[in-house]
């Protein structure tokens, strides 16, 4: 079975400050990996996500992830915090199913909290 | 905006009662996934379907069902409410059932069973 983990349910940082949300995946095959986000009251949405074209994946907003195999890793991060980052993340991993093949879900982590302080 | 419609935004019943909440996804999707997101239990899958067939279930309980429409919009029925039903449910829709594709998630329906 396929989970994800992510290390700290909130992470506290200073504007202009690098922020850095650690996610663990456990999976048998190579998987497809995704970093969402949800700001109060709202939907998640999508920030980026790895398919095995390119370990380090650029996405929205000026974040990037990068997918490490040896240490079963995809670790967001953002070089400097602006205030409208504050929300929760989401990590989560495409459910293959029962024989390997993909069902479409996703499996997420727990969530982190980002604060940005000023 | 995500494209993807949920209806109502807020709902508030009581225990034993029955709800039915509405998703409309994106155009052009075919597929349609029901999270529920609570404070314990995070954000579970619950149910999918494609092109108006059942293709994955989740953690679903029994007094739950879906069902998806011609017209591809999604309905999710919750029976014998019990307190503990109370989350943000979310709908999601994405062209296929690949798990490369992007799920586009609605604003989410917050169910309060008093």
Same mark, same amino acid.
Not at chain 1, 35 to 43: C, E, I, L, R
Not at chain 2, 78 to 90: K, R, T
């Given at each position: 079975? %396929? =989970?994800?983990? %992510?290390?700290? +349910?909130?992470? =506290?940082?200073?504007?202009? &400050? !690098?922020?850095?949300?650690?996610?663990? $995946? +456990? +999976? =048998?095959?190579?998987? $497809? !990996? *995704?970093? $969402?986000?949800?700001?109060?009251? %709202?939907?998640?949405? !999508?920030? !980026?996500?790895?398919?095995? &074209? &390119?370990?380090?994946?650029?996405?929205?907003?000026? *974040?990037? &992830?990068?997918f490490k195999k040896s240490e079963t890793s995809f670790h967001l991060t953002k070089p400097s915090a602006h205030m409208s980052d504050a929300a929760e993340y989401f990590c989560a991993v495409s459910d293959l199913g029962n024989y390997g093949g993909s069902q479409g879900n996703l499996i997420f982590g727990k969530g982190t909290k980002l604060s940005v302080k000023p | 905006d995500s494209g993807v419609t949920q209806?109502?935004?807020?709902?508030?019943?009581?225990?034993?009662?029955?709800?039915?909440?509405?998703?409309?996804?994106?155009?052009? #999707?075919?597929?349609?996934?029901?999270?529920?997101?609570?404070? #314990?239990?995070g954000l579970q899958f619950l149910i999918q379907y494609y092109n108006g067939e059942e293709r994955a279930k989740g953690n679903i309980l029994e007094r739950f069902s879906a069902q998806q429409f011609p017209d591809l919009h999604s309905e999710l029925n919750?029976?014998?409410?019990?307190?503990? #039903?109370?989350?943000?449910?979310?709908c999601a829709s994405s062209f296929g059932t690949s798990g490369i594709e992007t799920q586009y998630f609605g604003p989410g329906t917050r169910l309060l069973v008093l």
């Open positions: 079975a %396929q =989970s994800v983990t %992510q290390l700290g +349910s909130h992470v =506290s940082v200073s504007e202009g &400050a !690098l922020v850095l949300l650690r996610c663990n $995946y +456990s +999976s =048998s095959v190579p998987p $497809y !990996l *995704f970093w $969402y986000v949800q700001y109060p009251n %709202q939907g998640l949405q !999508l920030l !980026l996500k790895y398919t095995s &074209a &390119a370990t380090l994946v650029k996405g929205i907003n000026g *974040f990037e &992830a990068e | 209806t109502p935004k807020h709902l508030i019943t009581a225990t034993g009662q029955r709800v039915t909440l509405r998703c409309s996804p994106r155009s052009g #999707d075919l597929s349609v996934y029901w999270y529920q997101q609570s404070l #314990d239990q919750l029976s014998s409410l019990e307190l503990g #039903d109370s989350a943000l449910y979310f």
